[in-house]
Each structure stands twice: as C-alpha cells, then as structure tokens.
C-alpha cells in the first residue's frame, strides 16, 4: 500500500499507527457525537472521561492562579451563544464576550484584527498574552 493510503494488509490504519479491531470495536456508535455539532471547539469536551472542555480547562487554570486583572474571549456571532451559555454557567464574565460580527467562514476577521477589535472597545493598553481557545496544555 502508499504511504498515504489508510489502510494496508495488516488491516485499518490511523496516521502511522494501526488499530487493532479491539480498540475499533471501543469506538463509539456514529451517532454518539450528534450532540456536539455546531459546538465551538473550544467547548468540546476535553477528554473522553469528563464533561470540562477545552476552554473551561483554560479557565480554571487562568481563574486558579490570578495572573491576569482581564480576560476576554472573542467569538463570531454564530457561535455567541455557546459561549455566552458557557460564560454564565463558568463564572466568566458575560460582557468579557466579544462578538466579532461575523457569520461566515469568509468574513471572519482572523485574530489579528480579533485582537485590535479587544483593544480598540475594551480601551486595554497593558501588557497582554493570547491564547487559541482550542488549544490544549498539560
């Protein structure tokens, strides 16, 4: 088989590791997933063992040690709600919850201009850190 091809004869392969027909019948049905469309990857779940995602893990790490007076979170508008719900439920402030305001894949503004839009209507002038919200640490 290719290199690029995903399976070869010594059955179904992922990436350069081959599962074995144990670990594909662990799988979860097709349809296990179905709630989680639509959600921002930020907010899916962080590990198969618990309901905290991605961003909560986040959260709890930046709330726990106080390093920062501010944090603020932008998103589309399509995906507003999610974190708003999430914003609410986690002690995050509501209105750290910038809308960017856009609705498609082709308007969105990328995280420069994310950036400059906090700047520009939260008047921030100190120092800042920013971090992909679908971005995992240990």
Same mark, same amino acid.
């Given at each position: 088989? #290719?290199?690029?091809?995903?399976?070869?004869?010594?059955?179904?392969? +992922?990436? =350069?590791?081959?599962?074995?027909?144990?670990?594909? $019948? /662990?799988?979860?049905?097709?349809?296990?997933? %179905? /709630? +989680?469309?639509?959600?921002?990857? =930020? +907010?899916?779940? $962080?590990? /198969? *063992?618990?309901?905290?995602?991605?961003?909560?893990?986040?959260? %709890? %790490?930046?709330?726990?040690?106080?390093?920062?007076?501010?944090?603020?979170?932008?998103?589309? $508008?399509?995906? *507003?709600?999610? *974190?708003?719900?999430?914003?609410? =439920?986690?002690?995050?402030?509501?209105?750290?919850?910038?809308? &960017?305001?856009?609705?498609? *894949?082709? #308007?969105?503004?990328?995280?420069?201009? &994310?950036?400059?839009?906090?700047?520009?209507?939260?008047?921030?002038?100190?120092?800042?850190?920013?971090?992909?919200?679908?971005? +995992?640490?240990?």
């Amino acid at each position: 088989a #290719s290199r690029g091809d995903l399976r070869d004869s010594r059955g179904p392969r +992922l990436g =350069a590791r081959r599962l074995s027909t144990t670990s594909l $019948a /662990q799988l979860p049905p097709s349809n296990h997933f %179905e /709630q +989680l469309k639509g959600v921002p990857k =930020a +907010l899916l779940p $962080a590990s /198969q *063992y618990g309901v905290q995602s991605i961003l909560g893990r986040w959260w %709890e %790490e930046v709330n726990t040690r106080k390093l920062f007076s501010e944090v603020f979170l932008v998103t589309n $508008a399509n995906k *507003y709600k999610y *974190y708003e719900r999430w914003a609410t =439920a986690n002690d995050f402030p509501v209105e750290n919850i910038i809308n &960017d305001g856009t609705t498609t *894949y082709d #308007s969105r503004m990328g995280s420069v201009a &994310d950036l400059e839009l906090v700047l520009r209507t939260k008047k921030h002038d100190t120092d800042i850190m920013v971090v992909a919200g679908d971005m +995992l640490f240990s």
